[in-house]
């Protein structure tokens, strides 16, 4: 089982909802990352936090608003979305931000649908 | 731009056969690359890594090797087995936080 949890793990929306995503780690890691992955692609890095604070937006549309309330919650908030942001939402943490310093845990993902 | 280059993009192998997946990349100040793996229906998982003071890391039936000259990097399974079937991505540090994954190879382990 991974060490990210992320919830819920399938997720169908109208244009007009709006929905949150959320992920939790107990690992005592101190960055958290939200990726989007499409089918039989590799992940796209979205949004980095370290210290609880956003450190990187990977020029991602406003119709995704991402929260860290603390050091071990993430959410990332949807409103709007276009059917081409179906995909498989990841979360994921690392002990200190920079992918190089420690490695990234990944989550399961959400798969989200937008109809 | 930066990128890296991931092939085959489907392996298929037979059980108890090795597997090796290469991948090239562009920038020659990365130094750090990991392998993760992606079953059907989960997250990736890293399953090794290597930074580029070290040209080959071995993990029971994983190993990874790296040349920097070549700026390439390769993930070898031996002794494949039917659980070893998934995605495997590898990807190339860029910058502190820039990870630039490779496209996947769907690795396919027949009984």
């Known amino acids: 089982d991974t060490e990210v949890t992320q919830t819920p793990k399938h997720l169908v929306m109208g244009m007009t909802n709006k929905k949150s995503l959320k992920c939790e780690q107990h690992?005592?890691?101190?960055?958290m990352y939200w990726y989007k992955q499409k089918a039989k692609k590799p992940p796209e890095l979205m949004f980095v936090?370290?210290?609880?604070?956003?450190?990187i937006n990977e020029s991602v549309p406003s119709r995704f608003s991402p929260e860290c309330p603390n050091s071990s919650l993430l959410n990332l908030h949807l409103h709007a979305l276009q059917p081409e942001d179906s995909a498989l939402y990841l979360c994921?943490?690392?002990?200190?931000?920079?992918?190089?310093?420690?490695?990234?845990?990944f989550g399961n993902g959400t798969r989200l649908t937008v109809t | 731009g930066e990128n890296v280059e991931q092939h085959p993009s489907t392996l298929s192998v037979q059980e108890g056969d090795s597997a090796v997946i290469k991948c090239t990349y562009s920038?020659?100040?990365?130094?750090?690359f990991p392998w993760y793996k992606q079953e059907l229906g989960k997250g990736p998982q890293l399953i090794i890594d290597?930074?580029?003071n070290v040209g080959e890391k071995k993990d029971q039936r994983i190993a990874v090797t790296l040349n920097k000259t070549a700026k390439h990097f390769s993930l070898h399974i031996t002794e494949t087995q039917p659980e070893d079937s998934a995605v495997y991505f590898c990807?190339?540090?860029?910058?502190?936080?820039?990870?630039?994954w490779g496209a996947g190879t769907k690795l396919i382990i027949k009984p």
């Open positions: 936090y370290s210290y609880e604070k956003l450190s």
């Open positions: 690992m005592g890691h101190r960055a």
């Open positions: 290597i930074r580029s």
């Open positions: 920038d020659s100040a990365s130094n750090y």
């Open positions: 994921a943490s690392s002990q200190e931000a920079g992918q190089g310093n420690s490695p990234l845990h």
């Open positions: 990807a190339a540090l860029y910058s502190n936080y820039q990870l630039i």
